[in-house]
Nanobody, 122 residues
């Protein structure tokens, strides 16, 4: 089992920044690819960003590319999502997830955090 706990969400004005953290415990963190997903009210859950086990390869949804940065610190068992130039359409519940391999689909991720709210005001 892997337990994931997100932090760093909140309310920010458009153009502002937030940094989400996801702390993992349980099994060896470096064995898992990590992803960030989000779900806005009335919408399906969507992929935001992903990082492979070593942290050397990162992937982004087109909607966040150039604004968001995913990173991981395997020594601290933590994955981060730095979000800059936030827009009202980024408002959603953000969840981190751990899986055996990287994917843009949420199905392959076996472990999920509880989610954290990010609200961007216009």
């Amino acid at each position: 089992q892997v337990q994931l706990v997100e932090s760093g969400g909140g309310l920010v004005q458009a153009g502002g920044s937030l940094r989400l953290s996801c702390a993992a415990s349980g099994r060896t963190f470096s064995n898992y690819a990590m992803g960030w997903f989000r779900q806005a009210p009335g919408k399906e859950r969507e992929f935001v960003a992903g990082v492979k086990r070593s942290g050397g390869s990162t992937y982004y949804a087109d909607s966040v590319k150039g604004r968001f940065t995913i990173s991981r610190d395997n020594a601290k068992n933590t994955v981060y999502l730095q979000m800059n130039s936030l827009k009202p359409e980024d408002t959603a519940v953000y969840s981190c997830a751990a899986g055996a391999g990287y994917s843009r689909n949420y199905g392959p991720y076996a472990y999920w955090g509880q989610g954290i709210q990010v609200t961007v005001s216009s």
